[in-house]
């Protein structure tokens, strides 16, 4: 089964900025799309962004539009949500997740990283 490690999290100040990895182990995805979400204490978790393997194509949540880029590096098997102008309600565990039968049914199959981002 799949297991994806994400890594990248950490403290930082509100304005900053943060760069998360996920990966298969370094193997190719074996899917269509890998989606970032957030958990945070008490909230639901949410949707933040998603990116298409073959085509890079990219939808962000209202939060993240404007500030996060998502993108996938093929030769690296990675992929990454870069953070700018990061908030306080930014804070939260970030997973990734794997979509992969092109439905949108994204399965988390990782720890998660944590983010903080203080005031």
């Known amino acids: 089964q799949v297991q994806l490690l994400e890594s990248g999290g950490g403290l930082v100040q509100a304005g900053g900025s943060l760069r998360l990895s996920c990966t298969d182990s370094?193997?190719?995805?074996?899917?269509?799309?890998v989606a970032w979400f957030r958990q945070a204490p008490g909230e639901e978790r949410e949707l933040v962004a998603v990116?298409?393997?073959?085509?890079?194509?990219?939808v962000y949540s209202t939060n993240a539009e404007g500030r996060f880029i998502i993108s996938r590096d093929l030769s690296k098997n990675i992929v990454y949500l870069q953070m700018n102008s990061l908030k306080v309600e930014d804070t939260g565990i970030y997973y990734c997740?794997?979509?992969?039968?092109?439905?949108?049914?994204?399965?988390?199959r990782g720890q998660g990283t944590h983010v903080t981002v203080s005031s």
């Open positions: 990116v298409t393997l073959a085509t890079s194509r990219t």
């Open positions: 997740a794997l979509d992969d039968t092109g439905t949108a049914d994204f399965e988390i």
């Open positions: 370094g193997r190719p995805f074996n899917g269509v799309a």
